[in-house]
């Protein structure tokens, strides 16, 4: 069965640091692989997508790639800050139009 | 716009009670979703519709009927709630594109005792 792991529940870093979150799946190959972010207490919000032909993907101080040959995805905010504490989930496209959650990686980034 | 909004934004029922949940969207987005999320086990799909008058199981379908008359809500019911039941549920909608990208609403706390 398809499987997503998010490599830990939560991750500390200090403000100004590079935030570095994988996702690594198993038993399928999405076309494609979109991040969300989580705040307590609120639904996810779509943040990036990254195809299976693209590497590497863009946006602001956020980073993404995709390594089909690893399975993975890797998650990078740069230049962190107390704002960017959150969840963030991985979601690769599963079958028939349905995405596949990532129990997610909790964020915190110490001031 | 709204975006995606759900009604109740809390609820706690007793073992063996009916509820619906309601999700309403003004994007005129073909399709829609129903989301549990549990501590540990990330977003799990109950149903989804990829249109009006059209609904189909995701992973976790038992327990749970939809219905889709409208194009802009979609409805979860649970006809008889069990304390299994007890989650935060997500409604989310989509555009007819190859990427799926979702747009979530913000969640509906159920408690069943």
Request: net charge positive.
């Amino acid at each position: 069965s398809q499987k997503i792991e998010q490599n830990s529940e939560a991750l500390n870093i200090q403000e100004g640091k590079t935030a570095t979150l994988t996702c690594n799946y198993t038993n399928y190959s999405p076309a494609y692989l979109q991040w969300y972010r989580q705040d307590p207490g609120r639904g996810p919000v779509f943040l990036l997508l990254i195809r299976e032909n693209e590497k590497e993907k863009r946006k602001e101080r956020l980073k993404v790639t995709f390594d089909t040959t690893l399975k993975q995805s890797l998650f990078h905010i740069t230049a962190s800050q107390p704002a960017d504490s959150a969840t963030y989930l991985c979601a690769p496209q599963g079958s028939a139009r349905q995405l596949t959650f990532g129990s997610g990686t909790q964020l915190t980034v110490l001031p | 716009n709204a975006g995606v909004t759900q009604t109740p934004k809390f609820r706690v029922l007793k073992t063996g009670q009916s509820m619906t949940l309601l999700c309403a969207q003004d994007m005129n987005h073909e399709y829609m979703y129903w989301y549990r999320q549990d501590p540990g086990m990330g977003l799990r799909l109950i149903h989804y519709s990829v249109g009006e008058g059209t609904t189909a199981k995701g992973e976790v379908p038992d327990g749970y009927n939809v219905s889709r008359l409208k194009k802009q809500n979609f409805l979860l019911g649970l006809e008889s709630a069990a304390p299994s039941q007890t989650s935060v549920y997500f409604c989310a909608s989509s555009p007819p594109t190859s990427t799926d990208t979702q747009y979530f609403g913000p969640g509906t706390r159920l408690t069943v005792l």
